[in-house]
């Protein structure tokens, strides 16, 4: 079988480029992988790990000749990664990324892709709490969804092109509006990492004595919560950044529902209390029927 892509270039390689670069190689979904990493050394880790055929320090270089370009990195860069490259997109090549919010993306990128470029921003629904080159593995992207938010306009033969590659990797694909999806991940995603965070954060402000009380008995719950935690600062700092709208407002809206929960628990409100939990085993359920658990 002919390889979708004859040069795929990734600019990043942590998790999700690392794991990108796994899994096209995995699959044969390239001729030739290129990619890059910020410093010199993660690139000589990139290349002991043989994630590609070729590593490059600069974005610009490794782009030239790439019939598809994908940003792997936190999505505040991408203006920049967006001027570095443009000049030296080829013609007929893919722009294709990987971040968490896309009006941002489309904001910062849209405007500096050339003419004869086209625009496929992606964002799969995939991860761990882990970072950098080591931390991919050619499996992650396997019975998850992959959401496209390509502008109107774009190339239909290049949004099915990418929608083929990131099926072949194992993935469900999904087209959605970039509005619409900023507010789906902004409650699935984005503010159950921020509450994590927070929680985190809270523990660690405790007294000596019983922060670490807190850390010797954690409970699954906290334990669950410092796994999320743990996920890449910079990363997410540029999340809650570039979707502070959509997050702000699942803020609120959670703000007023856990008051309404303490309403409960103060005046020994057991009916609302009972409801709640339920709700939260239901949803449970429907995650684990649709295997997204």
């Not at 480029?17 to 290129?34: C, F, K, P, T």
């Not at 050394?41 to 002991?48: F, I």
């Not at 570039?242 to 529902?257: G, H, K, S, V, Y």
């Not at 709640?276 to 295997?291: A, D, P, Q, V, Y």
């Amino acid at each position: 079988m002919t390889p979708p892509f004859r040069r795929l270039a990734l600019i990043g390689c942590g998790l999700i480029g690392g794991s990108i670069a796994r899994a096209a190689r995995a699959h044969g979904l390239a001729d030739e992988i290129v990619a890059t990493a910020h410093t010199q050394a993660l690139c000589d880790r990139v290349a002991e790990l043989g994630l590609a055929d070729r590593v490059e320090l600069y974005p610009a270089r490794a782009v030239v000749g790439a019939d598809c370009v994908m940003l792997c990195t936190p999505v505040g860069a991408y203006a920049d990664l967006a001027t570095a490259i443009a000049p030296h997109l080829a013609a007929g090549a893919i722009l294709s990324d990987v971040g968490s919010t896309k009006q941002s993306v489309i904001r910062d990128v849209g405007p500096l892709v050339p003419a004869g470029v086209h625009f496929v921003p992606a964002h799969p629904l995939a991860g761990t709490e882990h970072s950098g080159p080591d931390a991919g593995f050619a499996t992650l992207f396997e019975g998850r969804w992959c959401l496209l938010t390509p502008p109107p306009g774009t190339d239909a033969a290049s949004v099915a092109r990418i929608e083929a590659f990131w099926r072949a990797m194992g993935s469900m694909v999904s087209v959605m509006e970039p509005a619409h999806h900023d507010r789906v991940l902004a409650i699935v995603s984005h503010l159950p990492h921020l509450i994590a965070f927070t929680i985190c954060g809270t523990a660690d402000d405790l007294a000596d004595e019983t922060r670490q009380q807190v850390l010797q008995f954690a409970a699954t719950g906290f334990r669950d919560f410092t796994r999320i935690a743990a996920s890449d600062p910079d990363m997410w700092r540029d999340v809650f950044l570039n979707n502070r709208e959509a997050l702000l407002e699942m803020l609120a809206r959670f703000t007023e529902d856990a008051q309404a929960m303490a309403r409960a628990v103060r005046w020994g409100d057991a009916g609302y209390i009972e409801d709640r939990i339920g709700r939260g085993r239901k949803i449970r359920r429907s995650l684990i029927e649709l295997k997204q658990a």
